[in-house]
């Protein structure tokens, strides 16, 4: 597909939350003239980008939707239209819950509420994929028995809150996105910890097999059945082990993933701006649908990097859509870079000690993975004001 020249005017764009995604994103769209404001938690160092036109910092996620209100929806609002993209799970929350108000004054992506509403919930993801013929893992209850759920799924099981970001607002210090149990005791000690919090999970089986097993697909669908794009990327580490975010990541072509996304998203009748994360199981291969995220990602730079101008490709066809034009059709797709990195040094070094404590790397193995051309989620020569906010911030700390 043709990259057309920015057009002289354009809506400014508002990103709400997340953390380098939003940056990415911000960067790729003021490169062609778009205005960009950022709605992220005070100190983020990804405020300091000089791709913003403006930001808006939100005191914490609890009060973010109040800002992101006042924002949009205010009387005295400071933007009077935009386009609006949500880029963590708070925002999509949000944009979910005001979808039919903003709408009136905003130009939103083409997810629907009913799917934005769907995908943030593990349970109902669960429940729409079902059917499909996409693999699903094996789930139960949060109040299951404990032994009933051992004995089909041993060695070990995970307590994935349906809501992650409300699981992050209480434990998520550190990276940290769901429990772990190997037994009765950790599982009912996971359960009471949930409970205690008012902090809503289910219980899966883990895929067995390293973190390398997991594979992310990405694609923008103007209409159900056809996308712009498709992208895949490989994980190839997390910090922490089995259940981070990923410190290490490679873009591939993926043929068997980009199949069951096609499957998934088909079924479901989804259009907007599609993630998708699968792990194939080491017993036989085949892939398993874990999550799925309509927005933006932490990953986005990646994206850009490797060949995909993924925000400006939603941007053109969002506006050419409110003029009244005709959706682009999908082919022929966007190429892109295989093989390009994606690496966050500070905490894949902690990877690196945890692995090491494990017995399952080496310093060496740890080296040679780093081989072949990195980028960085934040640094870039031409805008190095968001590392030297995070440097300058790791120091004061």
């Not at 005001?98 to 769907?118: F, M, V, Y």
């Not at 009912?188 to 997991?214: H, K, M, Q």
């Not at 993924?310 to 034009?325: H, K, N, P, Q, T």
């Amino acid at each position: 597909m043709a990259i057309r020249p920015a057009t002289p005017a354009h809506l400014p764009v508002l990103l709400l939350g997340g953390s380098s995604g939003p940056l990415a994103v911000a960067r790729e769209l003021h490169a062609h003239g778009v205005p960009v404001h950022l709605s992220l938690q005070a100190g983020r160092p990804e405020m300091s980008t000089k791709s913003a036109a403006a930001t808006h910092p939100f005191p914490s996620r609890d009060g973010a939707p109040e800002v992101w209100r006042r924002l949009l929806l205010g009387d005295d609002r400071v933007l009077q239209r935009a386009v609006v993209f949500p880029c963590d799970d708070d925002a999509v929350e949000f944009v979910a819950g005001a979808h039919a108000e903003l709408r009136r004054h905003h130009l939103l992506d083409r997810t629907s509420p009913e799917h934005l509403d769907a995908f943030l919930d593990k349970g109902k993801t669960a429940a729409l994929a079902a059917g499909t013929g996409v693999r699903l893992p094996r789930t139960w209850p949060l109040d299951a028995d404990a032994d009933e759920v051992f004995q089909h799924a041993p060695p070990a099981v995970l307590l994935k809150p349906i809501h992650s970001h409300r699981f992050q607002r209480e434990f998520g210090k550190g990276g940290q996105k769901l429990f772990i149990a190997h037994d009765r005791a950790e599982f009912e000690a996971a359960r009471a910890r949930l409970r205690g919090a008012d902090v809503d999970a289910i219980v899966t089986e883990i895929i067995p097999g390293p973190d390398s097993l997991s594979t992310t697909y990405y694609a923008y669908r103007p209409r159900s059945g056809e996308s712009l794009f498709e992208f895949t990327k490989q994980v190839l580490r997390r910090f922490p082990k089995n259940q981070g975010p990923g410190t290490l990541h490679v873009t591939t072509i993926d043929e068997e993933i980009n199949r069951a996304s096609r499957t998934l998203l088909d079924a479901v009748g989804f259009a907007g701006y599609a993630n998708i994360e699968f792990k194939r199981d080491e017993r036989d291969g085949l892939p398993t649908l874990i999550e799925v995220n309509p927005r933006f990602t932490a990953s986005q730079e990646l994206l850009t990097r490797a060949g995909i101008p993924a925000a400006w490709i939603v941007y053109r066809s969002l506006m050419a859509a409110d003029r009244g034009e005709e959706p682009e059709r999908s082919a022929p797709l966007v190429p892109y870079r295989t093989g390009l990195k994606l690496w966050d040094p500070v905490r894949d070094l902690r990877a690196l000690g945890e692995l090491r404590g494990l017995g399952e790397t080496s310093v060496l193995s740890w080296i040679r993975s780093l081989a072949g051309d990195r980028v960085l989620p934040l640094f870039r020569w031409s805008d190095p004001r968001p590392s030297v906010s995070k440097l300058r911030g790791r120091i004061q700390r």
